[in-house]
């Protein structure tokens, strides 16, 4: 994987530019981020970049002072490629930044096609220089075998509109009709075997690749590409299937006469390996047989809607069955990868980031799982996605009721605390202020002090004797009078509860307050 990092100050910027390259190359970049220039370059001296996205005014060092300071750390042919983002007005300063390899500039608001492009060339040029580097060590045929298997590699990503000479040589050395196949390993725990193991475990099947595929080479994902005729890989697979490889997957493109339509072939045969995702079983899967007759569905806006409405309710069963239908998970050996694409999008689109929206974020745990089902090609098959998106979805549906627990309860003891205020005169006890606010008398025990840190008792205490110090301070109500005015059922009831809370006794009280007030009028007259 391609290491590349973004340094913005702006949050937004940062995790939008992560989750826009994300999407579009999903395992071709590992990316960092950084709010400010000294945090990137803290960064980069752990681990070395190859490809950097920076903006050029932040605060404790800039986007300038970073090249700067990246260019003296870089060794000869090690600076980072990188892109500037700036605005109208950073035109003139972001000149100066040319020296330092500085391959384009974005102005913002960003684009995502002028971006993916400029990556692109990044890479295109990255291959470029790895296969000169590897000139160089090489044999002249070991190097022209390499210098060839980059270009071909390169072309991967590359528009038909865009093969140079030197490509287009290349490609004419391909025998016609060709077939390009895209292979994959999987190990029992989800880990995908590397290239050069799985074409060591080819070999043992079939003997030297290079005597049956002309071409074998290795994508920017990490997967075996060979270029061969579509018997070829009949017969890999066949050997395969005999052998019990039920974890290794193919997909081969349709055949193909025109050797500039290379890269299409190439992507035909990955999107036929995607297929694979739709059953366990599938190991085995030709475009040829999936590019038509696929059953696609209009996009279930009504459904998505429903589903948003659903979560936070007691509806599990509900949620589960209508994700079913969302899925169209009857007709899924048929289906149009595209649909299933598409409805997955719009979940994350349509719901899940509605829901975070609206809520707030939820714990790590879930967040967690919402990056991972963010991407259904992040899970082998559809099957294993299907459960981790049902889990996440009545995740969010529990997260959405205890959020509305806690509103309602937070009014209920609101309520509570306001019918005391109202009534502490009277004779009352917790069951009178339960029944007030229809809580379970035990349940509302509980609620009321994880809410006012006290037991019922103790603050409806605190309550009467705030009052009483009030009636205290009028010389002109009695004792007596005090004590029946706040709810006490008798004198002795008060004094001693007062004490108790006050460490004084309420004549005590009433003298310290009478005697504060004398003085502080004696003070007056002088």
């Known amino acids: ?251 081969i493109s349709s055949e193909n006469a025109e050797i500039e339509q290379f890269r299409s072939s190439y992507l035909e045969a990955c999107r036929a390996l995607e297929y694979t995702f739709l059953s366990p079983q599938a190991s085995f899967v030709d475009y040829t047989d999936i590019h038509e007759g696929r059953l696609s569905f209009p996009s279930p806006e009504e459904e998505l809607r429903k589903l948003l409405n659903m979560l936070g309710t007691e509806r599990e069963k509900e949620i589960k069955a209508l994700l079913g239908v969302i899925f169209q998970t009857d007709h899924l050996v048929h289906l149009d990868l595209a649909y299933l694409e598409h409805v997955g999008r719009s979940i994350n689109e349509r719901v899940l980031d509605e829901v975070f929206r609206v809520h707030g974020e939820a714990s790590m745990e879930v967040l967690k799982l919402y990056r991972l089902v963010g991407n259904l090609h992040n899970f082998r098959h559809f099957h294993e996605y299907y459960r981790a998106l049902e889990h996440l979805l009545l995740s969010v549906n529990d997260y959405i009721i205890g959020i509305r627990s806690a509103h309602t309860e937070h009014a209920d003891m609101e309520a509570a605390l306001a019918y005391i205020e109202d009534n502490y005169a009277r004779p009352l006890n917790m069951a009178m202020v339960s029944n007030h606010v229809s809580l379970n008398y035990s349940y509302f025990s509980e609620a009321f002090k994880a809410y006012t840190g006290e037991n019922f008792v103790l603050y409806l205490k605190k309550v009467r004797i705030r009052h009483a110090k009030e009636l205290l301070a009028d010389s002109r109500v009695k004792l007596a009078g005090v004590s029946e005015a706040v709810g006490f059922e008798n004198s002795k009831q008060f004094a001693r509860v007062f004490k108790e809370l006050e460490g004084i006794s309420p004549g005590e009280y009433r003298a310290k307050i009478l005697m504060g007030h004398y003085t502080g009028q004696a003070e007056d007259k002088e």
């Open 1 to 251: 994987m391609t290491n590349l990092l973004i340094v913005d100050d702006e949050k937004m910027i940062r995790h939008g530019l992560k989750a826009m390259i994300e999407r579009e190359y999903p395992s071709v970049y590992s990316i960092t981020m950084a709010g400010n220039g000294a945090e990137a370059l803290e960064l980069y001296q752990q681990e070395r970049q190859e490809v950097v996205i920076t903006d050029i005014r932040m605060p404790i060092m800039d986007g300038i002072t970073l090249l700067e300071r990246l260019s003296a750390e870089a060794g000869p042919g090690e600076a980072p490629a990188v892109i500037i983002l700036s605005g109208h007005d950073d035109f003139e300063y972001a000149k100066s930044a040319i020296r330092y390899r500085v391959k384009d500039y974005l102005l913002k608001p960003i684009r995502r096609e002028e971006l993916f492009e400029i990556l692109e060339r990044i890479a295109r040029e990255g291959a470029e220089r790895e296969s000169s580097s590897r000139m160089q060590k090489q044999e002249e045929e070991g190097y022209r075998r390499e210098l060839r298997v980059a270009r071909l590699r390169g072309l991967l990503m590359q528009r038909e509109a865009e093969v140079s000479a030197a490509q287009l040589e290349e490609l004419a050395r391909l025998e016609v009709p060709y077939t390009v196949g895209v292979l994959n390993y999987y190990h029992r725990d989800g880990g995908r075997m590397k290239p050069g193991e799985l074409q060591g475990l080819l070999e043992q099947l079939n003997g030297p690749l290079e005597n049956f595929f002309p071409e074998i080479l290795t994508d920017w994902d990490g997967k075996l590409v060979l270029v061969g005729s579509r018997k070829q890989f009949l017969e890999l697979s066949r050997k395969a299937e005999a052998k019990e490889l039920k974890r290794l997957i193919v997909g």
